[in-house]
């Protein structure tokens, strides 16, 4: 029998770890491309290593999840998190020395890191029945908070302890990566007891509709056929992507107008706090309005966003559009999430998130290194159109995969 409160014990776990590691990333993004910019000493390779990230999350995505899937979501988490401690280390490694180089194997290893933390918010769905979902989903993904407010604040003070040992500070966020994602592998690898996988069963043999097919898998393409799957990855991808290529280029058009790092922590910090902030409400929406109606609510938010975003240099009008760009992936990432969760099957899951995660983190990352020549050519307001281009042609498919579909038979 399902209990709820080893489930809830559970999601703590889960909050805590991906609270610090979500610290630890966001700390670091804060000066990515300004440190890639200094180390390369050209504009032209901004994106390279928050793309450079973003394709090892794609890559290591699908293993990790086979992984998980053979050895549960415990040992594949903790794996990660440490891989993301290496990471830091080797950042470490790359301002001190002054590498650009060693600065990209620095990004390879935390987008492995990555691809695998992101398989929690997955992990904290599959510990309660689907009418709850969203919202579970939606306060894994509300940890993020805690790296909206605590990883931006840290780049400054990180870097004046680097500087009080003889370091340079702007190894400062990567020091942060380094600590806190050791104490997120360490978290899971004690605490995350019983295994996610084992609850999702326990709750499957509850579910009359889910006992019936536990044995009965469907291939993996004919998963990918139906529509709502289709939906679910192409949201995905298009909120990460947008969101990406529009908040990396951020701090480098704040540095261009002669703004400071607290001014660029604070315009991050507001980014990645309507990332996360609301995550709790934006699951209960979803729940009680449905995916499809929150998909396009997120559209609409992330357009605002992107038309605001040029208008203006001030940070406070610069972190308002931040924050509304974060909402919108917010509406979009959960939604899409839940709806994903929502029409695979007990073993069918954990192989089409891995795709899903794969695909979403590969075009994230072709967009983020397009948007550095795209920066480069036509400034920020390029950056900006060519994320309203896109979620205009996104609403077109929300419509047309939206709309009710009759499923397949399962197979005899």
Known sequence: MLNNGTSNRL?????????????????????????????????????????????SQALAALPIALLMSRYGRRLGLTLGYAVGALGGLVGMLAVAT????????????????????????????ELFPEAARARM???????????????????????HLLVSIGQDADMGPWAVAFAFSTLSALLIFFLLRPD??????????????????????????????????????????????VMVILMVMTPLYMNHHN????????VIAMHTLGMYGLSALTGYLIDRFGRIVMLYVGAATVILSAVLSPLSVDQYILSLTL??????????????????????????????????????????????????????????????????????????LVW?????????????
Do not use: C, M
């Not at 002054?98 to 769905?125: D, H, K, M, T, W």
């Not at 139906?226 to 679910?232: D, G, H, I, M, T």
């Not at 072709?366 to 950056?383: M, T």
């Not at 939206?402 to 399962?410: D, K, M, S, T, Y």
């Open 196 to 241: 996610p996988l084992v609850i999702a069963r326990s709750i499957a043999a509850t579910e009359t509709h889910e006992a019936e097919v536990e044995q009965i898998v469907r291939p993996v393409g004919t998963l990918l056929r139906l529509p709502k799957v289709q939906l679910a990855i192409v949201s995905a991808i298009l909120f990460q992507s």
């Open 137 to 159: 989903i939606g306060r894994v993904v509300f940890a993020g908070t805690i790296g909206a407010i605590v990883g931006p604040a840290l780049v400054t003070p990180s870097g």
């Open 323 to 396: 924050f509304l760009l974060g909402l919108g992936w917010n509406f979009g990432y959960v939604a899409s999430s839940s709806l994903l969760a929502d029409t695979l099957r007990g073993p069918e899951r954990v192989r089409i998130q891995g795709i899903n995660e794969s695909l979403v983190f590969l075009f994230a990352g072709f967009g983020s290194l397009a948007a550095g020549p795209l920066f480069a050519n036509g400034g920020y307001a390029a950056v900006s159109n060519a994320g309203i281009v896109l979620t205009i042609v996104y609403v077109g």
């Open 11 to 55: 999601l703590t776990v889960l909050f805590i770890a991906q609270s610090l590691f979500s610290a630890a990333q966001i700390s670091v993004i804060t000066l990515l491309a300004i440190v890639a910019v200094r180390l390369a000493g050209t504009e032209a390779v901004a994106g390279v290593p928050s793309s450079t990230t973003t394709f």
């Open 400 to 412: 047309l995969l939206g709309r009710p579909q009759i499923e397949p038979p399962l197979p005899a």
């Open 98 to 125: 002054g590498s650009f180089p060693i600065l990209v194997a620095s990004a390879v290893l935390i987008g492995a890191a990555r691809g695998s933390a992101e398989q929690g918010r997955f992990a904290a769905g």
């Open 259 to 266: 703004h400071g790092r607290e001014n660029i922590s604070l």
